[in-house]
């Protein structure tokens, strides 16, 4: 089973529609984050969460919001999606004795 | 300013030839990490190689090794005896500050494809 999960992998939705995507992981990490990936531009992350209690904006937070329901569950929300926000999000998780990131296997959202 | 910057959005290398991949960061923190992920056409992002900044060796795993100049502020990535598999996105990322600060940045990667 994988270690992070991403529901869905997949979304079509239309313009002004409420979306949520969802990550799950197993590997008890206090840290997960939310990145987009666009064509040309690498990762960039959205929001950072370093404990249930703590929520942190990165370089592009505006138009999102996220939600940390468990130290294993960080939602991810669009309140109103808008075409520019067609993209591959990545969730991932870390913790603070180890190095890497561990992705989840990416959620491709496109909105018409 | 970039963070992170990856100059060669493509690259072509030789089956079993070694290829380097160039990395430079920006950062006045004097406590960093860098970090390699391929990302394969399938999207999934797999960790490659880590090199930290007060490492006084350079990284290596497997084929891969970083090649790490502080004072240039560059980290390359080496990849030794390209295989085909190695066809694929590769991103370059740091993460600022001490090990209770994880905040990454990405480069915007490099297309390498090995041709056979």
């Known amino acids: 089973d994988a270690d992070v999960t991403q529901t869905p992998r997949n979304r079509i939705t239309k313009t002004g529609k409420r979306i949520m995507l969802e990550c799950s992981q197993t590997k008890g990490h206090d840290r997960m984050y939310w990145y987009r990936q666009d064509p040309g531009l690498g990762l960039r992350l959205i929001y950072y969460?370093?404990?249930?209690?703590?929520?942190n904006k990165g370089e592009i937070s505006d138009g999102y919001s996220v939600s940390r329901q468990a130290q294993a569950k960080f939602s991810l929300s669009l309140e109103s999606a808008i075409p520019n926000q067609t993209a591959l999000y990545f969730c991932a998780t870390s913790d603070q004795n180890r190095n890497e990131q561990f992705f989840g296997p990416g959620t491709r959202l496109t909105v018409l | 300013a970039q963070k992170i910057t990856q100059t060669q959005p493509g690259m072509f290398v030789q089956e079993k030839e070694a290829v380097t991949l160039d990395c430079t960061y920006d950062t006045s923190d004097p406590s960093y990490g860098l970090f390699w992920y391929k990302q394969p056409s399938s999207g999934e992002m797999i960790f490659l190689i880590y090199?930290?900044?007060?490492?006084?060796q350079n990284a290596t795993e497997g084929r891969y090794s970083l090649n790490f100049q502080k004072a240039r502020k560059s980290a390359n990535l080496v990849i030794s005896a390209s295989q085909l598999g190695d066809s694929a996105m590769y991103f370059c990322a740091m993460r600022e500050g001490g090990p209770n600060f994880n905040k990454f940045y990405f480069g915007s990667g490099t297309k390498l494809n090995v041709k056979p």
């Open positions: 090199q930290g900044s007060y490492d006084q």
């Open positions: 969460s370093f404990d249930v209690k703590d929520i």
